[in-house]
């Protein structure tokens, strides 16, 4: 069966602690792995998309990795505003519609 | 700006009454979606459509139903609200075969169902 899991459920880090996210998964053929930041009270935000493992991906302070079995969204020195639940999601080849995880909520205190 | 809409923002009402969620998108999509989400919890699927007069349904059991008449317009109707429904519907929209961009998402409907 596919399935994403997304560890830990929540991190709280002081400003410029850098961390990372992961994002387990259970795929039949992967096409795609995708990371979406998510706001309070708004919808996701598309971030990265991961097509096939050793794959990189950068924006602003962070850096989407892949492999066969995972994916890391690592922080660098974070600020307050990236505070956020990042959601991993994943598309298989034999069947195009998203499977979500349940996301890891991040919390930078100043 | 390219945008997806969605409205109402909230919405509160009560069991049995027939209800409609609209999504509109500026981008000419032709991918458009309608999922489900409760805190702290995954994004599931309830319809998608591929473009006008298409529509299937997703893994989410659903008592709703959608249309898609024109492509910037796919509304959720649900023609009898439970307390069961009470959640945060999302709307999404993407390009046909283009996943190097990924999905845009509205803002989301928060329903509650008294």
């Known amino acids: 069966e596919d399935q994403v899991t997304q560890s830990p459920e929540a991190l709280r880090l002081q400003e410029g602690e850098s961390s990372s996210l992961n994002c387990s998964y259970t795929v039949s053929g992967l096409r795609g792995l995708f990371w979406y930041r998510q706001d309070p009270g708004k919808g996701p935000e598309f971030l990265f998309t991961?097509?096939?493992?050793?794959e990189e991906k950068e924006k602003e302070r962070l850096k989407a990795t892949l492999t066969k079995k995972e994916s890391f969204l690592h922080i660098t020195a974070p600020k307050p505003e990236d505070s956020a639940t990042y959601l991993c999601a994943v598309q298989a080849d034999s069947n195009y519609q998203l499977i979500w995880g349940a996301g890891t909520k991040l919390i930078i205190k100043p | 700006e390219a945008d997806i809409y969605q409205t109402p923002r909230y919405l509160v009402i009560g069991t049995g009454k027939k209800i409609t969620l609209e999504c509109s998108q500026t981008m000419g999509h032709d991918k458009m979606y309608w999922y489900q989400q409760d805190p702290g919890m995954e994004l599931h699927l309830i319809h998608y459509?591929?473009?006008?007069?298409?529509?299937e349904k997703g893994d989410l059991s659903s008592e709703s139903t959608v249309s898609r008449i024109r492509t910037e317009h796919f509304p959720l109707t649900l023609e009898s609200a439970r307390p069961s429904h009470t959640s945060q519907y999302l709307c999404?929209?993407?390009?046909?075969?283009?996943?190097?961009?990924?999905?845009?998402f509205g803002s989301g409907t928060r329903l509650t169902v008294v």
């Open positions: 459509s591929y473009g006008v007069n298409s529509t």
């Open positions: 991961l097509y096939s493992a050793g």
């Open positions: 999404a929209s993407s390009e046909l075969g283009d996943s190097n961009y990924g999905y845009t």
